[in-house]
């Protein structure tokens, strides 16, 4: 029997990082160094109990403050991108694009699993890392959308459906 699925639809202001990053757009061109008030927001699907309960979403508001906290006040690079290589020395990381060799200190730079640090690569990272979280496994959430903005009236989404 299909079940009725209702979205809960998480937006709350305080679920952003500010961060600095710089786009690339090919092996010789880059943006500059500049940062955002990166804001994050997620709609889950799921079905109510018969007490009228999904879940506790304090519990998904939680895990997102999480994941934004880490990203926060840092510079952020890609580990993956196809035109970018990631060096350190002396306490360095060195950002090797095209014939720049940039120096950032460690303890500013956050190196990132995505191939580029855009928002539509910054979604299905805290999506993926949003799911790794066992407390919200165990919630009877059939979908998830999370969304990535890096500034007004932009915004990347990414998507997960359960497959029963
Ligand atoms: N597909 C993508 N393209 C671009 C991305 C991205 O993440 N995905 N990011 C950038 C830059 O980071 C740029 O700084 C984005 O910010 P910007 O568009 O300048 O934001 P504003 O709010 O200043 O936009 P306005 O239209 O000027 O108000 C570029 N491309």
Redesign the pocket.
Known sequence: MQQTLTRIDISKEYLNFSAG???LFSATER?NL?G?NFQVRCAVTAAVGDDGLAFDYALLKRVLKALCDQLDERVLLPQWSPYLRIERQDGLVFACFADERIPFLDRDVLLLPIR?????E?APLLLTRLREQAELTAQTIRTIELGVS?????W?FSQWESHP
Do not use: D, K
């Open positions: 990053h710089f786009t943006e500049h955002h580029n640090v855009t928002i539509e910054l890096s500034g007004r009236g932009q990347a």
